[in-house]
């Protein structure tokens, strides 16, 4: 389990909280993640799922999951 808090001048504006759920396809190393991102401005909640390469690190996975988030508002 992971968080990432995005603050502004101290004042929280975004939320992440994911989840390791399991490895998705051992050829490639890739692992399923759950996440959650809430907008503290809004107060909306958007769920996902992303499959990631540990190998990454944390940095990516957080980039992949605010780029699945600002997708999913263009839908």
Known sequence: MFTV???????LI???YGHNEEIDNLKND???YSYRFYNAETGKLISGN??????????KLVTLIL???EKGKKK
């Open 5 to 11: 808090e995005i603050r502004i001048n101290g004042n």
């Open 50 to 59: 992303i499959n990631h390469k540990r190998d990454s690190g944390i940095n």
């Open 14 to 16: 975004s939320h992440i």
């Open 30 to 32: 890739l692992y399923k």
């Open 67 to 69: 780029n699945d988030v």
